[in-house]
């Protein structure tokens, strides 16, 4: 049976798509919430005090049942954040553009990353693609990816020459790019940028145009297993790179700053022209953040920079300060929509003055976005024709096989002066196609309080751009302050309540959740590395919380922790904390060297993304709070094998 504290989530709404007293804050909050703020110098100072003695003080949970409601938990949330309150308008957004995560009752924490359009513009676009076989909209697929809005299409092409010669582009993919430029506030004087399939395509593709003959090192600052680091790594050493990592200090897995300095400025690499330094601000797994200062170092000192970026949070880039340090390569990903299927593409900005240091090769992965469909439809400000318009969208035209068509956004109707947002969404905004009137066109409440304070921009953008990517406009709408500020919360308090959460009748206290990296820290991302242990000590494997969670609707992945340096305090807990990599000699037949890589630690991971709530995190605490429970597990696989006649491999 479910706990009080599971059912209630799927109870209760969080999500501002009905009213609810949950923003409601009595007399004392009110006080606490009227308080000045503090500068953010002190808030960093008194941020994890506040946390620890406000969030559950002197309490410790042994059983599942022992846990506060729902709105217990918030109530205290609220009371230790007050300021959470004023990032409603996530919840808005999250109502009215993810309402698939509702109706799954999906909690969605296995990736993290930037996406492009919201679900609810998707939906609208895909009912639009099948007009008439019905005046209402398709039946909703919460988990289906087969959303039309674009599809890759693979160039044979190498990098440098594509760089330096560019290639035909669509209308529709320039714009694309120009939108993801202006999110990540990147100069086009500056980088050039391509598309690619993956993040590991850009990885390999740099890693196979790099003049490692010359520049022999390659460098990578990462706590955890990386596909595309990997790939890096096995295309760089088979073009004569001498690859070499960071590592990490057990048991707080901070970077071994020394041997890192040691590395960077070693003065017995006589040639100026070091190598590659692979640097990432933020560690996808744990959370961990990185000083910007190792990138100057290494400048300093004669590296070429790769900055991977793709953990870095939404807004984030916007205070990069890239005119300062100005990496020579800079890697980010996009995926479609949040809540589905992850699938996206690679953007690789190359700085133009490093252009020249390339060398060719015939490595695959540089992409172009093909429309998946034709859309046409007349803004009502167009002095044109129909024929005109058309002709218009048709973008890339015939003079490529891999013509584009078809814009990603639909134009919404303009408001007259005096007219009210709700009375231009009350219109009948149907467009004819072929004759018929099609209904579900999308319109833009650019009235909403969500715009007031960057609408001007927002608004302006949408008027003149082929391409609407809502997920982005909700993120530079809302800001840095908010979106970081929510997702610093929910992984705090949840940090808090997993320590909390102790086995009942052991002879010595055994924590049920060790977490790995920073623990309540003010600046830590929003990605958490944990694992569980059952009342004996011994560990539950991840990939089996990964599936139990799963059958909760809570989606999870997991990780694994590598390059990890044990003081001498700490040496005697090496052998039982470190374990060998999954199907090692699978992953690296004959390769002896690699056994050393192949230690570290398989993680639970979960990341908090920007429409995350506050039930997300509670309903995950509930969840893990079920392992307190001895026979949790065994209870688990008997139902499952009840259900689906088939087993959960352990």
């Keep these: ?300 000192h004669g590296w070429h920079i790769l900055l991977d970026a793709c953990a870095v949070g939404p807004k984030d880039m916007d205070s990069l300060g890239l005119s300062l340090f100005q990496p020579d390569f800079l890697i980010c990903s996009f995926y479609k929509v949040f809540g589905e299927n992850p699938s996206g593409f690679g953007c690789l900005f190359v700085k133009k003055s490093a252009i020249s240091i390339l060398e060719t090769s015939t490595s695959a992965g540089i992409v172009s976005i093909v429309s998946a469909r034709k859309l046409f439809y007349l803004p009502e400000e167009s002095s044109g024709t129909e024929t005109e318009f058309e002709q218009e969208l048709e973008l890339g035209g015939s003079s490529s096989s891999n013509s584009f068509s078809g814009p990603i956004s639909i134009q919404a109707p303009t408001m007259e002066k005096g007219e009210s947002s709700t009375s231009v969404r009350n219109k009948d905004t149907r467009v004819k196609i072929n004759g018929q009137k099609i209904s579900e066109i999308e319109v833009i409440d650019e009235g909403s309080d969500l715009f007031v304070e960057r609408r001007s921009t927002v608004i302006r953008r949408k008027r003149n751009s082929l391409v609407e990517c809502r997920c982005l406009d909700h993120i530079d709408a809302l800001g840095l302050s908010l979106v970081n500020s929510r997702s610093r919360y929910l992984v705090n308090w949840l940090i808090n309540g997993l320590t909390k959460l102790q086995h009942p009748n052991a002879e010595r206290a055994v924590p049920l959740v060790k977490i790995y990296g920073p623990k309540i820290k003010f600046d830590r991302g929003p990605a958490l590395a944990f694992n569980l242990f059952d009342w004996k000590g011994e560990k539950v494997e991840p990939i089996l919380i990964q599936k139990l969670a799963d059958r909760k609707s809570i989606s999870l992945s997991y990780g694994f922790l590598h390059h990890i340096w044990f003081p001498e305090k700490y040496e005697h807990q090496k052998s039982s904390v470190l374990e060998k990599r999954r199907c090692e000699a699978k992953e690296n037949p004959g390769n002896k060297k690699k056994g050393k890589e192949n230690l570290g630690i398989r993680v639970v991971t979960a990341a908090f993304g920007f429409i995350a709530t506050f039930a997300d995190a509670y309903k995950l605490w509930a969840f893990v709070a079920q392992f307190l429970d001895a026979d949790f597990v065994e209870k688990e696989r008997w139902r499952y094998t009840a259900l689906n006649q088939t087993t959960i491999e352990i």
């Excluded at 946390?51 to 918030?74: I, M």
């Excluded at 940028?193 to 395509?201: C, G, H, I, Q």
């Design 1 to 300: 049976m479910q706990s009080t504290s599971t059912r209630e989530v799927t109870e209760l709404c969080f999500h501002g798509c009905c009213p609810t007293p949950f923003f409601t804050l009595n007399e004392a909050d009110k006080s606490i919430a009227a308080k000045p703020r503090n500068s953010s110098a002190e808030n960093r100072r008194t941020f994890a005090s506040t946390t620890s003695s406000s969030l559950f003080p002197n309490t410790e949970f042994n059983n599942p049942d022992s846990l506060p409601s729902l709105q217990e938990a918030f109530d205290q949330f609220i009371r230790t954040y007050p300021n959470y309150t004023e990032t409603y308008q996530i919840d808005e957004i999250r109502a009215q553009e993810y309402y698939n995560l509702s109706l799954s009752n999906h909690v969605c924490l296995d990736y993290i990353g930037i996406g492009l359009f919201s679900f609810s513009q998707l939906h609208n676009q895909l009912s639009l693609t099948y007009p008439s076989t019905s005046s209402s909209p398709p039946p909703l697929r919460p988990h289906s990816s087969e959303f039309p809005v674009f599809h890759l299409s693979y160039k044979s092409v190498n990098l440098k020459n594509h760089l330096l010669e560019g290639g035909n582009e669509s209308r529709l993919e320039s714009a694309i790019k120009k939108r993801i430029r202006e999110f990540l506030n990147i100069s086009e004087d500056d980088y050039s940028v391509v598309l690619t399939a993956n993040r590991t395509s850009a990885f390999r593709l740099v890693a196979e145009s790099y003049p490692f003959g010359s520049c022999k090192k390659l460098l990578t600052v990462y706590d955890h297993d990386s596909e595309a680091v990997d790939t890096m790594i096995n295309s760089s050493e088979k073009r004569g790179a001498q690859a070499m990592a960071a590592e990490f200090t057990w048991p707080r897995l901070r970077i071994q700053s020394s041997k890192l300095r040691s590395m960077i400025t070693s003065k017995r690499m006589i040639s100026k022209k070091r190598g590659l330094f692979v640097f990432q601000l933020q560690s996808r797994v744990t959370g961990a953040r990185y000083s910007y200062q190792w990138m100057k170092v290494a400048q300093e």
